[in-house]
Structure formats: C-alpha cells, structure tokens
C-alpha cells in the first residue's frame, strides 16, 4: 500500500520548495493538508497534482 500523507517537510522536499512557498501553498487551497493530532500533514494526491502527475481516481490501483 502506498502512503497518502506525509509531513510537510516531505512535501517541501518533493516539491523542491521551502517552507515560506509550502505556507502559501497550503493557505491558497492548492496543497490539501488534513489535522492529526498536533500535526498537520499533506496529502500526497495533492502533491502530485500540483507537480502535473497524473494520480488515480478512487477506487483504482497505484
């Protein structure tokens, strides 16, 4: 199974970016972050499309 968040430092190292530009990211609405906790982690999903990779839609296989 593949993992579907991640920690925002991971999203910033995926997306070549540092935490200012992920900041930004996440209050524009382009990255979707979901509360755990005390953290705050990113969804991969998002991440991806972002990058303009194609992701699976529901219910379908990585």
């Known amino acids: 199974m593949q993992?579907?968040?991640c920690s925002q430092a991971e999203a910033?190292?995926?997306l070549a970016i540092g935490k200012?530009?992920?900041a930004e990211l996440v209050v524009s609405g382009q990255l979707e972050t979901v509360r755990i906790g005390t953290r705050r982690l990113v969804k991969i999903?998002?991440?991806m499309r972002l990058a303009g990779?194609?992701?699976p839609?529901?219910?379908e296989a990585w």
Request: charge should be neutral; proline fraction near 6%.
């Open 3 to 5: 993992p579907i968040l």
């Open 12 to 14: 910033g190292k995926m």
């Open 20 to 22: 200012t530009k992920l």
């Open 45 to 47: 999903a998002s991440v």
């Open 53 to 55: 990779i194609e992701t």
């Open 57 to 59: 839609q529901d219910g």
